[in-house]
């Protein structure tokens, strides 16, 4: 059965030990009395920061001149992926900025050689495209999709410059989640301005839509990593604490060295999470890397008819 809560504002902007705890507690038990103990360990490379959008919180925003662009060449990840990932490893996220050039040159080879030669899932996180290359990834072999939001204001969504108007991104999803994609969204907390009533209509809206997956990110001013956005939000400790606040995904980044510090927006010191911090960190809560693919659960969780959302710790997004 579907679970969901949602809390009121008071309790999201509590700053109160005790409700914090409860509302914490709440989520965290939401979250395992689905998953049990079970975290997904999902690895991410990025592809492409070349981006044809200019959204103002975003360093790959078109208008970013100072940022050096890079494309990966498809074969190095594919060599790398298949006979050098870390083993608690089950999916794959490929992302970029919006760049139909790296779609076609390298998230779709890439994904057709992962499927010739893994079982690892696949998801993807490349930006709102065309229906027709939205087709050619599910036909390549992804199954999610993930397709932020960003924010559930429509107003504030323009003024942020994020990509076309709310109301099109809004039906990206829905086309994607109609055509067969589990689909992840989400939002970005705490952007400048922000009110109760934003953070309010965020959760309303992830909650109508049709997702399979939901993740925040805590906003980064000037930069964005999708490295351990949580442990710069709360140094030395918040990436624990969203595993323990029921978050039930978390990301290591395998993007090759020579190419990340081009990704994104980052100027910022980057705490690189490790499969071995990250083994340490879901050890330390009392939880364990899940040995099922989260694109496997999901196939099963179709099969069977319900429709239950994963909780990320953000990380990329
Ligand atoms: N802070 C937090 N999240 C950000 N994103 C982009 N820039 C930032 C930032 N400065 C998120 C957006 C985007 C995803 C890939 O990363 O939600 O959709």
Redesign the pocket.
Known sequence: MTEFFMPAAAVLRSQGEAGERAFHEQAAQTARRRFGNRVFVRAVVEISNYCRQN?C???MRRQNRGLHRFRAHYEQLAEMLIHHRPPSVTDVNIQAGEDPVAVREVALPLIRALRRETQLGISV?LGSLSAASYAELKEAGATLYIL?F?TADAARYAELEAPASLEERLENIRHLAATGWFVSS?F?AGLPGETDDHLLANFALARELPLDGCSV?????G??TPVS?LNLAEPGNGYQRGLRTGANLVTINLTPTEIRGDYLLYKRDRFIMTEERILTAIAAEGLVPSPQSLADFYRNKKINGARVAAAKVPA??
């Open positions: 959204c919180y975003c360093g996180c932020k960003e989400g970005i990110s805590p906003f980064i001013p930069e964005e956005a990329n997004a």
